[in-house]
C-alpha cells in the first residue's frame, strides 16, 4: 500500500517527538520508533531519504560481530555513519537506526550506513533500500519454526539481492558463497589449519551438489559444513579466497592475513574459530569499503570481542566466564561447547540456553537441542555440567545420549537459582552458557557466583 508524502511528514513528526520522550524517560529507543513508523505509515522506509552507501551484514551466525567490529573501526579513522550496533536487526531497528541520524524531515544526516540486517527481513527492506554492499558471514540451520532451513534462507536472500549489490562472502561456506551468482563478489576464508576446532559435528547442511545431486567430496572441513569442497560430477565447489588467515599463532595472540595488497600481520581478537571468520570478514569489507589496510590493521590493535557476548574475569583464583551460546542455534551452541573442550584447565559448565518468549509465550520445537554437539562436552576437563531452565530435562537426556557420565549432570528448574547448584571447587574455570534473551538472568547467576568464590566456597 502506498502512503502520501503527507501521511509520512505526520508520521515522522510524531515518531520524533516519541524518540525524545523516550530518551528523557531514559530509554535507548532502538525498536519502539520504527515500530511506530511501519504502524502509522506501512511504506514509511520508502520514503525516508536514504544514505548515499548502504553496507549490509546478513548471515546466521556472527553478523552483529562483524557489524560491531566493522563499526569500531570506521570510528576509530573518523566516519561519521548509521549503525543498528545496539539495536534491532529486523525492520523497526533499521528505521530507529536511521531515524536518528535525520532530520526532524527525514533527511539523512550521513553518507555511509552500517546495517545488520536479519536473513528474513530482506524482503521488507531490500525493495525499499537495496544495499551497495553486502556482506553475509554464513547460512546454516536456525530458528527451525521461523526459518526451517538454511537452503530457504538463502532462496529468500537471492529473490531480494539486487544485480548491482557487490558480495562480500565466506569462501568456505558453499551455501552462503553461491548467493546471486551474477553478482560482483569477492570471497574470504581461512587458509591454514586453526588448530582449535573440530569437524565432527553431527550435522552439514550441504552434503550433495545442488546442480547434479552428487556427494561432495570435502578437501576439509573446519565444522559442520564450513570448509573447501567440490563436485566429482561437474563444476559447482568452493572459490578462491581474495582474502585468508594464512597463518594463527595463539601463543602470541598474532595471525597473517593475505589481501589483495599484500600480506599483514593482525591482533587475533579470540581463540575461538568463529571469532577469526568474523575478523577477516570485517577486515574485508573494511577493504572493500575503501579503507588501508594499515588503517586496519592499527585499529584492530583496539579492538575486543563485546562483553556481552564474552566476558572474562579471575576471582579467588578461578575463572569465571560468560560465553554467549544463542538458544535455537545448534551451530552456535556447538562451537561453544568445541571452544570449551579445547580450552586448557578443568571445566565447569553451567547452560541456561533456553529461548525466553518460547519458554514464556509458545511451544518451543527442541528438534535443535539434539543437533547440538554435547559431545564436545564429553570430555575429561569437564567436571561438572548444570542444567537449568524449563527444559532442563530434556537438555539432562541429551547429555546422557552424548555419553556424558550421570554423576556429572546436575538439574535445576530455575534460572536464577543455578550459582546454588555449582561446585566451585571441581574446577578452574566455570563457563556460564546463556541466550540472547536470558542475559539477565545470567547476569544474576554470574554475581552469585562471583560472590561465592570471594568469599572462598560458600552459597550466595
Same mark, same amino acid.
Given at each position: 500500500?502506498?502512503?502520501?508524502?503527507?501521511?509520512?511528514?505526520?508520521?515522522?513528526?510524531?515518531?520524533?517527538?516519541?524518540?525524545?520522550?523516550?530518551?528523557?524517560?531514559?530509554?535507548?529507543?532502538?525498536?519502539?520508533?520504527?515500530?511506530?513508523?511501519?504502524?502509522?505509515?506501512?511504506?514509511?522506509?520508502?520514503?525516508?531519504?536514504?544514505?548515499?552507501?548502504?553496507?549490509?551484514?546478513?548471515?546466521?551466525?556472527?553478523?552483529?560481530?562483524?557489524?560491531?567490529?566493522?563499526?569500531?573501526?570506521?570510528?576509530?579513522?573518523?566516519?561519521?555513519?548509521?549503525?543498528?550496533?545496539?539495536?534491532?536487526?529486523?525492520?523497526?531497528?533499521?528505521?530507529?537506526?536511521?531515524?536518528?541520524?535525520?532530520?526532524?524531515?527525514?533527511?539523512?544526516?550521513?553518507?555511509?550506513?552500517?546495517?545488520?540486517?536479519?536473513?528474513?527481513?530482506?524482503?521488507?527492506?531490500?525493495?525499499?533500500?537495496?544495499?551497495?554492499?553486502?556482506?553475509?558471514?554464513?547460512?546454516?540451520?536456525?530458528?527451525?519454526?521461523?526459518?526451517?532451513?538454511?537452503?530457504?534462507?538463502?532462496?529468500?536472500?537471492?529473490?531480494?539481492?539486487?544485480?548491482?549489490?557487490?558480495?562480500?562472502?565466506?569462501?568456505?561456506?558453499?551455501?552462503?558463497?553461491?548467493?546471486?551468482?551474477?553478482?560482483?563478489?569477492?570471497?574470504?576464508?581461512?587458509?591454514?589449519?586453526?588448530?582449535?576446532?573440530?569437524?565432527?559435528?553431527?550435522?552439514?547442511?550441504?552434503?550433495?551438489?545442488?546442480?547434479?545431486?552428487?556427494?561432495?567430496?570435502?578437501?576439509?572441513?573446519?565444522?559442520?559444513?564450513?570448509?573447501?569442497?567440490?563436485?566429482?560430477?561437474?563444476?559447482?565447489?568452493?572459490?578462491?579466497?581474495?582474502?585468508?588467515?594464512?597463518?594463527?599463532?595463539?601463543?602470541?595472540?598474532?595471525?597473517?592475513?593475505?589481501?589483495?595488497?599484500?600480506?599483514?600481520?593482525?591482533?587475533?581478537?579470540?581463540?575461538?574459530?568463529?571469532?577469526?571468520?568474523?575478523?577477516?570478514?570485517?577486515?574485508?569489507?573494511?577493504?572493500?569499503?575503501?579503507?588501508?589496510?594499515?588503517?586496519?590493521?592499527?585499529?584492530?590493535?583496539?579492538?575486543?570481542?563485546?562483553?556481552?557476548?564474552?566476558?572474562? =574475569?579471575?576471582?579467588?583464583?578461578?575463572?569465571?566466564?560468560?560465553?554467549?551460546?544463542?538458544?535455537?542455534?545448534?551451530?552456535?551452541?556447538?562451537?561453544?561447547?568445541?571452544?570449551?573442550?579445547?580450552?586448557?584447565?578443568?571445566?565447569?559448565?553451567?547452560?541456561?540456553?533456553?529461548?525466553?518468549?518460547?519458554?514464556?509465550?509458545?511451544?518451543?520445537?527442541?528438534?535443535?537441542?539434539?543437533?547440538?554437539?554435547? =559431545?564436545?562436552?564429553?570430555?575429561?576437563?569437564?567436571?561438572?555440567?548444570?542444567?537449568?531452565?524449563?527444559?532442563?530435562?530434556?537438555?539432562?537426556?541429551?547429555?546422557?545420549?552424548?555419553?556424558?557420565?550421570?554423576?556429572?549432570?546436575?538439574?535445576?528448574?530455575? =534460572?536464577?537459582?543455578?550459582?546454588?547448584?555449582?561446585?566451585?571447587?571441581?574446577?578452574?574455570?566455570?563457563?556460564?552458557?546463556?541466550?540472547?534473551?536470558?542475559?539477565?538472568?545470567?547476569?544474576?547467576?554470574?554475581?552469585?557466583?562471583?560472590?561465592?568464590?570471594?568469599?572462598?566456597?560458600?552459597?550466595?
Amino acid at each position: 500500500m502506498k502512503t502520501s508524502k503527507v501521511r509520512f511528514y505526520v508520521t515522522i513528526s510524531i515518531v520524533k517527538i516519541a524518540t525524545k520522550i523516550l530518551k528523557l524517560l531514559g530509554r535507548n529507543a532502538t525498536h519502539l520508533p520504527g515500530w511506530m513508523a511501519n504502524k502509522l505509515c506501512p511504506d514509511f522506509l520508502g520514503h525516508l531519504e536514504k544514505p548515499e552507501r548502504l553496507v549490509y551484514i546478513t548471515g546466521t551466525n556472527g553478523k552483529t560481530t562483524v557489524s560491531n567490529l566493522t563499526a569500531e573501526v570506521l570510528k576509530d579513522n573518523g566516519y561519521d555513519f548509521i549503525n543498528n550496533a545496539s539495536g534491532s536487526n529486523v525492520s523497526e531497528g533499521v528505521i530507529s537506526a536511521l531515524l536518528s541520524k535525520s532530520s526532524f524531515f527525514g533527511k539523512s544526516k550521513c553518507k555511509l550506513a552500517i546495517l545488520e540486517v536479519d536473513e528474513r527481513y530482506s524482503p521488507l527492506i531490500y525493495p525499499y533500500m537495496p544495499p551497495d554492499y553486502l556482506l553475509c558471514t554464513n547460512l546454516f540451520r536456525d530458528s527451525y519454526k521461523r526459518n526451517a532451513h538454511a537452503e530457504f534462507i538463502s532462496s529468500v536472500l537471492n529473490s531480494q539481492i539486487p544485480k548491482h549489490t557487490k558480495l562480500i562472502l565466506n569462501g568456505e561456506d558453499l551455501i552462503s558463497n553461491h548467493l546471486a551468482m551474477g553478482n560482483e563478489r569477492c570471497y574470504f576464508g581461512i587458509r591454514c589449519p586453526d588448530g582449535h576446532s573440530s569437524s565432527d559435528n553431527i550435522i552439514k547442511d550441504i552434503v550433495a551438489c545442488p546442480n547434479c545431486g552428487a556427494m561432495l567430496k570435502y578437501d576439509y572441513i573446519r565444522y559442520n559444513h564450513i570448509g573447501r569442497a567440490h563436485c566429482p560430477n561437474c563444476d559447482f565447489g568452493s572459490p578462491e579466497m581474495d582474502y585468508s588467515v594464512e597463518k594463527i599463532d595463539y601463543e602470541s595472540q598474532r595471525c597473517l592475513i593475505r589481501t589483495p595488497d599484500g600480506t599483514y600481520d593482525f591482533k587475533l581478537i579470540g581463540n575461538n574459530v568463529t571469532d577469526i571468520y568474523n575478523m577477516i570478514a570485517a577486515i574485508s569489507l573494511l577493504s572493500e569499503l575503501g579503507l588501508k589496510m594499515p588503517q586496519i590493521q592499527e585499529s584492530f590493535e583496539k579492538v575486543k570481542v563485546a562483553a556481552s557476548r564474552y566476558n572474562s =574475569e579471575m576471582v579467588n583464583g578461578k575463572e569465571l566466564i560468560m560465553n554467549l551460546a544463542k538458544g535455537q542455534n545448534p551451530i552456535a551452541c556447538s562451537r561453544v561447547c568445541d571452544f570449551i573442550q579445547h580450552e586448557p584447565g578443568t571445566k565447569t559448565v553451567v547452560c541456561m540456553v533456553d529461548d525466553y518468549f518460547d519458554a514464556k509465550e509458545t511451544s518451543e520445537n527442541i528438534a535443535w537441542i539434539f543437533d547440538i554437539d554435547f =559431545e564436545f562436552l564429553n570430555d575429561d576437563s569437564v567436571k561438572q555440567i548444570v542444567l537449568t531452565g524449563a527444559r532442563n530435562a530434556d537438555y539432562h537426556l541429551r547429555l546422557l545420549m552424548a555419553g556424558i557420565p550421570e554423576e556429572k549432570i546436575v538439574c535445576c528448574e530455575k =534460572e536464577v537459582d543455578a550459582a546454588d547448584y555449582v561446585d566451585i571447587l571441581l574446577s578452574d574455570k566455570i563457563y556460564l552458557l546463556y541466550d540472547v534473551y536470558t542475559l539477565e538472568y545470567a547476569e544474576k547467576v554470574y554475581q552469585d557466583l562471583k560472590k561465592r568464590l570471594e568469599e572462598g566456597g560458600e552459597k550466595a
